[in-house]
């Protein structure tokens, strides 16, 4: 009798084992598969994301979220502080008010990131230009030119500031006489190709704009 | 006499040519009456140790020479009991034999039921990693039915050209982004508020 059921034990064990690796396999792929198609998790939800969530259109993640208006109001805190402080004649502290703009976090891929941080930019290099810091106003554009991932209206501002640190150059050139006048001219040369630049991404934007009006 | 049988097992053998002592041909003639008596199902309850081996001898001697039959029900039952090993079946209830193919029949079950699982299994995970992942949040679907002023976006729309005087007024621009930001954040809560 004993040796019967030990029998049939080993003969059946096998399979129910096999039967429940499988199952276990089946539901962990089934989770992953869940899981690829929820996506990770995206700024545009607030409640959590469950892995046996249906894709619901409002759960996009390009979606305005609280972490884009926190850090879009961090950026207007600051801007506010350096207005203060400017018009307490701070230009420094100012400045550095601005700066801290660069730092602030803002969710992956959102696209004010870029416009925001540019525009500091933009206004960080005038409260250089103002200070008589024009090499770290340049090299605080070309860093925003450079870290840009498309061209926008923020982008075309930057050059123009671009085109005025050039003109400030210039006149410093011209300042010193006549040594000076080949350096100005190049300024001012650098000055309209920035300039000419944006003015040539407003153009292009504008039809874009109206194309899509 | 007990000591004439254990002489007889364990004594020394006496020569084959020698003629029989009167003693051997009466205790030979004994045991064939014993050996008679057993073979006709009259074993005496009790007799020496050297005769109850002697006669179990005798009987597996006769036995293996083909000449010991079972009886129907006996021989019966060996073969159920033989045939409930083999196919690992439990003792069938009323002496009923199971048939040898639906023994074997259940032996394989349980692998032809894991055989038809794993295939079952198998083609299941192939369908979940080979078929073309659904449209995840963000792709075209879901952004043509979201409205555009419930996703981050650029600003261009909104800014437009930023002209040289207004080139610093960076803090006027991040308000009027802000509250546009606002605006589709609490009609995108609103809606989704609204919606059954």
Redesign the interface.
Known sequence: ?N??NV??SA??S???G??VA??V??GL??G??AE????AP???SDAPHSVTRV????????????D??VA??Q??NF??K??VYMSDGNLAAATAS?RQILSLPF?R????A???RN??R??LA??LISQGQLDEAARTITEGLAQTQ?E???V??LY??QG?IHEVRAAAADASGEPGRPAARDERHAAIESYDRSIQI?QR??SV?ME?R | MARQHDDTLTGSVPDPETEPAPGERAHARRFAELVDEALAGRTPPAMSADDRALLEVATVIRATHGSLELSPARGRAVVEAALRQAVGAAPAAGGSVVPIGRGRGRRWAPWIVAGASTLVAAAALAMLWLRPAAPSAGAPIGRAAVPAEWRSRPADALIGPIARDRAGDASARLDTIFADRLDGFRARRLGQRGTP
Do not use: W, Y
């Not at chain 1, 690829?36 to 996506?39: D, K, L, T, Y």
């Open positions: 009798m040796h019967v029998r049939r003969a059946a096998p399979g129910a096999l039967a499988l199952a396999a089946l792929a089934a992953c598969s690829r198609e929820s996506g995206g700024r545009g894709t619901d259109p409002s759960d996009a993640p390009d979606l305005i979220g609280r884009l208006l879009l109001a950026a207007k801007h506010h350096a207005k601005v969710p891929g959102a696209a004010e870029d416009d925001v525009d500091a933009a206004l005038k409260l498309r926008s209206f923020f075309a501002n123009t500031v005025e407003n934007l504008q704009l899509e």
